[in-house]
């Protein structure tokens, strides 16, 4: 169902979720303050509880409000960054639940750079959480017809147009204890460009080490809704449905809670293509996913190249990587 602005508002004040458009992906947002909107989105979304959601303000200010400490280096990522898709990684304050943020001492906070978003946070005077608006380890939706369809017309949301990143934010760890920073999960903000505006800072990005830093991410995730097989570049169509029809058969049914469909035969097979450019490729890369997924063919496959192996295309990569059943 699309709602407009002024509805989604209303929407949030009595303590309801509704979609709302970001430049990354659609998320599915509500005040932080209400928990049993909170508790819809994780239901809305059978997401399950350890899986921490991003709180989103309008501000350095409002980010301020909820952490215990603001250090120097998240006010230069922010001023560099935000509105934009990054995400800081902080020790949360009381007045962020447990609920929020799973359990864990620290929140994800990020800025969107969607007049929409900006807006409804605005009206609210409250931050919102929003984790991206699609059914748990599912592919994330870049149009308000994403969402429509994800969740049956069922949840309300704002169209604001194709999201123009297209991938979800890099989540960025920021340990005060030891100075260090990590990227727990990639996007189209560089671990380069991090390092550049930190560069006269004590803080160091080093890799991140324990899962438990990033509770939500799994083997599988992103997944669409017909199996997704990367393949090297010169096996033909052929060759990929002999092999994926044998090897298929091998994979478990589930892993971590994502369910892998397996078809019982793999008859037909369609070739998705992304951009060489990775700025349009990770525009391109959720739609090309659930249209491919809607043309009734027994699987989707990839042709891995040169090109895909090179750090501009790590983010890109690392969905694609995980959408997929299967590496031939
Ligand atoms: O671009 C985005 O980040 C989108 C839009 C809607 O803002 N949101 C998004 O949310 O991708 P979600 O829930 O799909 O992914 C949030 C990721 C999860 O992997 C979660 O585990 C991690 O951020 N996360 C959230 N809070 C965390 C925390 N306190 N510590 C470590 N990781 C956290
Ligand atoms: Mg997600």
Redo the contacts with the bound molecule.
């Keep these: 169902m699309l709602v407009s602005e002024s509805k989604a508002s209303e929407i949030l004040s009595s303590n309801q979720v509704v979609a709302l458009p ?1 430049e ?4 599915l947002a509500a005040r932080i303050d209400s928990e049993s909107a909170i508790k819809k989105i994780f239901s809305t979304k059978q997401r399950p509880f350890f ?4 709180v ?1 303000v309008d501000s350095i200010t409002m980010a301020k409000a909820c952490v215990l400490a603001w250090p120097e280096v998240a006010e230069e990522l922010a001023k560099m960054f935000w509105p934009g ?1 990054l ?1 800081l ?1 902080l020790p ?1 304050n009381e007045r962020i639940s447990d609920l929020v ?2 359990g ?1 001492e ?3 906070l ?1 800025c ?1 750079n969607h007049p929409v978003f900006l807006n409804l946070i605005k009206s609210q005077a409250c931050p919102l959480a ?4 699609n059914k748990f380890g599912k592919v ?1 939706p870049t149009s308000a017809n994403h969402v429509e369809t994800e969740f049956d017309f069922q949840v309300p949301v704002v169209d604001g147009g194709p999201s123009q990143v297209g991938i ?2 890099t ?1 960025l ?1 920021i340990r005060l204890k030891d100075k260090t920073m990590s990227i ?2 990639k ?1 189209n903000i560089t671990s380069e460009q991090i390092a550049q505006t930190v560069s006269t800072s004590d803080y160091k990005l080093v890799e991140a080490t324990s899962k438990n ?5 799994m083997k599988h995730h992103y997944m669409p809704d017909v199996p997704l097989i990367l393949v090297s570049s010169g096996i033909s169509k052929e060759e990929v449905i002999n092999a994926a029809s044998s090897k298929m058969r091998e994979l478990p049914h589930e892993v971590e809670g994502v369910v892998l469909k397996k078809p019982s035969q793999i008859l037909s097979a369609i070739e998705i293509k992304l951009s060489d450019d990775p700025v349009v490729a990770a525009r391109e890369l959720y739609s090309k996913l659930r249209e491919s997924a809607h043309q009734s063919s027994d699987i989707i496959y990839f042709r891995l190249k040169a090109i895909h192996k090179e750090k501009s295309f790590e983010a890109v990569m690392e969905r694609m990587t995980k959408a997929s059943s299967l590496v031939l």
């Design positions: 970001s990354t992906v659609y998320g899986d921490p959601l991003i989103h898709p995400t990684v949360k943020t799973s864990l620290s929140v994800a990020r969107p929003a984790p991206s608006a994330s979800e934010s989540v760890l727990l999960r996007g830093e990033s509770p939500g991410h």
